[in-house]
């Protein structure tokens, strides 16, 4: 079975200060993973994902992630995080086999201080 | 395009009610999903489905039906609602092709059952 493990609940960091927010899976097969961005009282926002090829893949508002099948991580990154970045965070996996869906973590709540 | 729609934004049922929460997509996009989202809990995937006339179960189907008519609609029924259905609820879609494409949301429906 598919699984998504986001291992922290709440990730806090100064504006200007890089920041990662963790992902871990479980999945057979090749995964697809993503990261989905939520403003409160909003539906999830796509940032970026990750198919084949280069392990760092860059997606929207600067963000960035690192896959690392070793690691079974999909940790998000940002070199230097803004206020704006403050939102809830969503990784998910979906198996690389047509009709399959994706399947969320908990989510991790990010807050930039200024 | 409008993308996702989802109606209505807000409904407070009593328990025992039964209604429909509507989703409708103008992307021409195959594939249409339901999740609920309970806080702490992430997203929980209830039914999708992969193109009109077929859908199928997710994590969390118990007390929800579903339709798909047509390609652009995906109604989700709550049949004699329950304090445990009361969540926010996401309509999502996706193009079919490769199932490398990023989910687009609807704003949600936030449901209380009383």
């Known amino acids: 079975a598919q699984s998504v493990a986001q291992p922290e609940d709440q990730v806090n960091v100064a504006e200007g200060n890089p920041l990662t927010v963790k992902c871990t899976y479980s999945v057979s097969g090749n995964p697809y993973l993503f990261w989905y961005v939520q403003y409160p009282n909003r539906g999830l926002q796509f940032l970026l994902k990750y198919i084949t090829g280069d392990n760092l893949v860059k997606g929207s508002y600067g963000f960035e992630a690192e896959f690392n099948k070793s690691q079974t991580s999909f940790h998000l990154k940002k070199p230097s995080a803004l206020v704006s970045d403050s939102a809830l965070y969503f990784c998910a996996v979906r198996k690389a086999q047509a009709g399959t869906a994706l399947i969320f973590g908990k989510g991790t709540t990010l807050s930039v201080s200024s | 395009n409008a993308g996702v729609t989802q109606t209505p934004k807000f409904r407070i049922l009593k328990i025992g009610q039964s209604m429909t929460l509507q989703c409708t997509q103008d992307m021409n996009h195959n594939y249409m999903y339901w999740y609920r989202q309970d806080p702490g809990m992430g997203l929980k995937l209830i039914y999708y489905s992969v193109g009109a006339g077929i859908t199928d179960k997710g994590e969390v189907p118990n007390g929800y039906n579903v339709s798909r008519s047509t390609t652009e609609d995906f109604p989700l029924r709550l049949e004699l609602a329950a304090p445990s259905q009361t969540s926010v609820y996401f309509c999502?879609?996706?193009?079919?092709?490769?199932?490398?494409?990023?989910?687009?949301f609807g704003e949600g429906s936030r449901l209380t059952v009383l």
């Open positions: 999502a879609s996706t193009k079919a092709s490769g199932n490398t494409g990023e989910l687009f």
